[in-house]
């Protein structure tokens, strides 16, 4: 397949989707976008992108289709809906999920594209939005390698990482690894500004000391100065952290495992939901100390 001809259809332009979505128009791919609201489509319009009225309409004229949504629920609607992509889909298409979604529904689409000719690959990424509009994701892949090897190039358009992590599914269950880690190093950095806040020490001198030694990690590094700037805007919201970390407690409980850091992780960002905080960055976690004591925090000074 020479997927430089061919147009890559794609759903979804949150925080990170338009930032994909627009990677690949850079790119020289021919374009054509859907999501619920059609006005967040309208920049890329601009730029060149095709407007499709549903998933259905959009399957049925493109071979290539990106999905970048919300929760697993939304996965479901746009593949399995009534104007959803396997209503309209051509044989020899391929579909390629990028939203942190449950491995059960990734063994699910795979198994439905089988019966339909359709090849399809669960493709999470991280990195954020800062990733996204670079195009230096980190993309972990599950599916058909020969898949994989396909579709490389539309991949390495929006990202640098690029690994084969194994059969149907193995995509989501690596990205419930990357989540797992950032969930207790979140809890870390924030900490540990906190500590430094109330130390007295200035926060910016701290990073600068800290961030290139063995406490290092891309949320430090990236995170961090906006946290110092009061910046809590997302490039992932704490909702979508929220959904995550639920999925990953549900897989290691069928696996009978217990995860204390990631159990404790989550039940700090639910406080910050139930305050209000559902849509801020995941750097807002710095803000779980200033909850009151009913709410599991401590007062500023």
């Given amino acids: 397949m020479n997927q430089e001809k061919e147009t890559i259809g794609f759903i979804g332009l949150g925080v990170m989707g338009e930032s994909m979505a627009r990677n690949l128009i850079a790119n020289g791919y021919s374009v054509c976008v859907f999501t619920r609201t059609k006005e967040k489509a309208k920049e890329l319009i601009a730029e060149g992108a095709i ?39 051509k044989t020899g298409s391929i579909v390629i999920d990028m939203t942190t979604s449950t491995p059960s529904l990734a063994k699910k689409i795979y198994k439905e594209g089988k019966k339909r000719g359709v090849s399809a690959l669960d493709a999470p990424v991280s990195g954020g939005d800062i990733g996204a509009k670079r195009g230096t994701l980190s993309i972990m892949v599950g599916g058909d390698q020969q898949t994989f090897q396909d579709c490389k190039p539309v991949l390495s358009t929006l990202g640098e990482n690029i690994v084969y992590q194994g059969p149907e599914g193995s995509g989501q269950h ?11 190093n979140m809890v870390g950095v924030t900490e540990a500004f906190v500590y430094a806040k109330h130390a007295g020490l200035d926060p910016e001198t701290v990073l600068k000391s800290i961030s290139n030694g063995a406490a290092g990690s891309w949320s430090m590094s990236n995170l961090i100065p906006r946290v110092i700037k009061r910046d809590y805007s997302p490039g992932f919201f704490i909702k979508h952290f929220i959904k995550d970390m639920g999925i990953a407690l549900e897989e290691a409980e069928k696996m009978s495992l217990r995860l204390p850091g990631l159990e404790l992780a989550k039940r700090l960002y639910d406080s910050l939901a139930e305050q209000g905080e559902e849509n801020s960055g995941t750097q807002a976690l710095m803000k779980y100390w200033d909850l009151p004591m009913e709410d599991g925090g401590i007062k500023e000074r």
């Fill in 51 to 89: 407007w499709a009225e549903n998933p259905k309409e959009m399957a049925a004229n493109t071979e290539i289709i990106i999905t970048m949504v919300g929760y697993p629920q939304d996965v479901e609607n746009v593949y399995f809906g009534d104007e959803g992509i396997f209503a309209g889909i």
């Fill in 174 to 184: 690596t990205k419930m690894c990357n989540q797992i880690a950032i969930a207790s």
